[in-house]
């Protein structure tokens, strides 16, 4: 009933930025907190930044100062912009979004987006 479509990944040099968007779509109401995830090969997934509908927003301690999160609440939209990327950085980024898919739901229901990579080099 929602699906997140992120796009915005690509390949960049060390040091560069790159911007990663993410677009939720379906059956919404409103949407409580948005995030993005990445998860490197081998290693589990793990948070990188969140914001909530207030605008609240945490970091993954590794990128704080160099990433920002943001969101569009009218667009059901987050955006992850990233600078002074590492290399260290590469990853397949996740968009995630707890969602209030009407005015009768009481709870929320989690969906992740299918991924997009980030590719960092020397």
Do not use: H
């Not at 990128?63 to 059901?76: G, L, P």
């Not at 992850?80 to 929320?108: H, W």
């Amino acid at each position: 009933q929602v699906q997140l479509v992120e796009s915005g990944g690509g390949l960049v040099q060390a040091g560069g930025s790159l911007r990663l968007s993410c677009a939720a779509s379906g059956r919404i109401f409103s949407i409580n907190a948005m995030g993005w995830y990445r998860q490197a090969p081998g290693k589990p997934r793990e948070l990188v930044a969140a914001i909530t509908s207030g605008g609240n927003a945490d970091y993954a301690e590794s990128v704080k100062s160099r990433f920002t999160v943001s969101r569009d609440n009218a667009k059901n939209t987050v955006i992850l912009q990233m600078n002074s990327l590492k290399i260290e950085d590469t990853a397949v980024y996740y968009c995630n979004a707890d969602v209030r898919p009407s005015s009768f739901s009481i709870g929320v229901e989690n969906y992740w987006g299918q991924g997009t990579q980030v590719t960092v080099s020397s």
